[in-house]
């Protein structure tokens, strides 16, 4: 994008944000993004990545109406993806996201970088506040020898444990249900004082018992959660398998594991195990199959249909003779490289020859003078 065009963004941008209460007074954020209220984050994310590359200014140059929808997509996915704003707007609304000072949106060009891989540049770069990641959980996943071949997207059904969709991580009914502890006055900690003789005393910081450490009190629970602020609940996801993939090969879901409002999400990571094939072997990038031949193929040569795990006929042809055991190798049959699919390996074809269980005498006749001349 050209640097006048993206100044001139970020100016319309900034305008924007000057007049917020009369351009955006009471946007649907889920309309915007398309979405239903009880949409899950990873839908959210899913709906703004794809829409946000549809009306990015490098796709529509010099179109207004692109650029506000641009502008107008990050100010939603950042309101619907952070957990306590989206909670906020769905109980308040705009006005309660104006109140508390959560209404300052950032770049769009900075949230936009998140999923495209390129920084938004011109300084208005943020940074999210570190959190606590959640621990990674390993699954193992089956596929097959086509499934690799060929590349395909697999859906897969996972029960993990979310933030409640009722009280969005609160644990509470209503979010005046939630107090500060009196106990510890919200810190979390108290400060403790154990005599260790006459005039003699410790000071010692130790978890509020009160409210175990939170520093606020659930007055009345969430009755979905039971003030749990997380649940079980199923979940689907699409995993992408890529041509040429290997067996053992490991597929990140970033952050698509167990969910807590205390803490960033871990990774969910996908192992790939390879099922059996009735006829081909894998080694690498190279493909194994064994064909059997009759003797009088093995003697006098042929010409074999082969199908290969596309579906696809290859012909395989041999004159002469045919030794058992031999290893015929045919170039670029094997499976596609991964990362480079146009590139593939080898496809080795081992011969194996069916001898006749007997022989009639007219036929041991003719072999017989065949050898003897």
């Excluded at 495209?116 to 943020?126: R, Y």
Aim: proline content about 4%; some cysteine; charged content about 25%.
């Amino acid at each position: 994008m050209r640097l006048s065009l993206r100044i001139a963004i970020l100016v319309a941008f900034i305008v924007l944000l000057l007049d917020i209460p009369s351009v955006l007074a009471g946007s649907d954020y889920y309309g915007v993004l398309g979405v239903d209220r009880s949409a899950t984050k990873r839908q959210i994310k899913k709906a703004y990545k794809e829409l946000s590359k549809k009306y990015h200014p490098d796709k529509n140059p010099g179109d207004k109406d692109a650029e506000a929808k641009f502008v107008e997509l990050a100010q939603a996915y950042e309101v619907l993806a952070d957990d306590e704003k989206r909670r906020i707007y769905d109980q308040y609304g705009e006005e309660g996201l104006k109140g508390g000072g959560h209404q300052q949106f950032h770049n769009p060009f900075d949230i936009f970088a998140q999923f495209a891989g390129f920084g938004g540049g011109f300084g208005f770069g943020h940074q999210h506040a570190q959190q606590r990641k959640g621990p990674e959980v390993a699954m193992n996943l089956e596929v097959t020898l086509e499934e690799l071949f060929l590349g395909t997207t697999i859906e897969v059904e996972i029960n993990k444990q979310i933030i409640c969709p009722t009280c969005r991580g609160l644990g509470a009914k209503r979010a005046e249900d939630v107090v500060k502890c009196t106990a510890c006055n919200g810190a979390g900690i108290r400060i403790v004082r154990q005599m260790l003789g006459p005039g003699m005393y410790q000071q010692m910081q130790t978890t509020c018992d009160a409210c175990g450490g939170r520093g606020k009190l659930v007055k009345s629970k969430c009755p979905a959660c039971e003030g749990n602020k997380v649940k079980r609940g199923s979940h689907q996801l699409t995993v992408t398998i890529e041509r040429g993939m290997y067996d053992g090969q490991r597929i990140v879901m970033d952050r698509e594991a167990d969910e807590s409002p205390d803490m960033t999400p871990g990774d969910l990571i996908f192992t790939l195990s390879t099922l059996p094939h009735p006829t081909f072997t894998r080694k690498g990038d190279n493909l194994y199959v064994k064909e059997v031949i009759t003797l009088k193929e093995a003697l006098l040569g042929f010409e074999k249909k082969l199908k290969h795990l596309d579906g696809n006929e290859i012909t395989i042809r041999r004159e002469g003779i045919t030794q058992p055991g031999f290893v015929q190798t045919i170039k670029g049959q094997g499976m596609p490289t991964h990362e480079f699919p146009s590139e593939r390996g080898f496809l080795y074809v081992e011969y194996g020859v069916v001898l006749p269980e007997k022989l009639t005498e007219a036929q041991i006749s003719q072999i017989s003078k065949l050898f003897d001349s």
